[in-house]
Structure formats: structure tokens, C-alpha cells
């Protein structure tokens, strides 16, 4: 599925079968091959998953990135927090910013999953699920609505 500025509750259920995978410190999210990290087979279903639903966001990542620098520096102890109170449409664009800049930076959705961070995206967006606050919501943030 392209993207769409929809992402239904069916949709997040999609995405919330990996979490256990994520949090499961025995999980293997790459294999090493001629000094290169390559994702497992899971991670790149993941991947499609996150494609096939629409989570994926088409929006100037790069930009989004310099006005959220607590984002950028995948290292910075604070983002955690801020993961964890965050609404739909900000794990949209860190999820994808992830993503998009892996294409530019090899290995950085490696990274960013052995830091935790899509751990805590998945965790964010159960809480948001399980709590009503969302189950359709427009990327433009004109339209929210619960159904």
C-alpha cells in the first residue's frame, strides 16, 4: 500500500505483532558479512509492514530533523522521554525519518533498534492505541477523529 495520510487501528495492530521481537534482548536484528551488518529476515518484514500500512510519511525528513534535534543525535539520553509522550504523527516521522536516512547512512535503523529507540515507538504507539487516543488520525492534523 502507498502511503496514506490514514493509519487505521488495524493498521497499528500490524505493527505492534513485532514489538515482542524488539524487546526480546535474545532477538537477532542483523548478521555481520565482510565487516557490513545485515538485517534479519524479521527486521525487513518490518520493514515492508511499515510500508504495506502506510506508516511511512512522505514530508521533508531532513528538515524535520534540524527543527527536532532531540531526534538527530541518535545517542542523546533524552529521547526516550520524548518518544514516550509523543503523538502519532511525530512516531510517523521519526519511524520514517529512521528509515530514510538508513538509505543514506548504512546501518543506522541497526542502530537505532539496539538503542531501543523503535522499541519505544512500539511501546508509545500501544499506549496510544490502548488508551482510544487514536485510531484514525490525518497527517495534516486538520482531521482527527476517533471511530
Not at 44 to 59: A, C, P, Q, W
Not at 66 to 94: C, F, P, Q, W
Not at 125 to 130: A, G, I
Request: proline share 1%.
Amino acid at each position: 500500500m502507498p502511503y496514506d495520510e490514514v493509519i487505521t487501528n488495524e493498521e497499528i495492530k500490524e505493527l505492534l505483532h513485532y514489538l515482542d521481537y524488539f524487546q526480546d534482548s535474545k532477538s537477532n536484528f542483523f548478521t555481520e558479512k565482510n565487516g557490513y551488518r545485515l538485517e534479519s529476515q524479521e527486521v525487513i518484514r518490518f520493514r515492508e509492514v511499515l510500508n504495506d500500512t502506510g506508516f511511512l510519511m512522505i514530508f521533508d525528513w531532513g528538515q524535520w530533523l534540524d527543527e527536532n534535534k532531540i531526534y538527530k543525535d541518535i545517542n542523546n539520553l533524552g529521547i526516550h522521554e520524548r518518544i514516550m509522550s509523543a503523538d502519532l504523527v511525530t512516531l510517523r516521522k521519526l519511524m520514517t525519518s529512521y528509515i530514510r536516512g538508513d538509505r543514506f547512512n548504512e546501518g543506522l535503523f541497526i542502530a537505532v533498534i539496539l538503542k531501543g529507540h523503535v522499541t519505544k515507538i512500539l511501546l508509545r504507539l500501544q499506549k496510544l492505541k490502548d488508551s482510544r487516543c487514536v485510531v484514525v488520525l490525518y497527517s495534516n492534523n486538520k482531521r482527527p477523529s476517533l471511530r
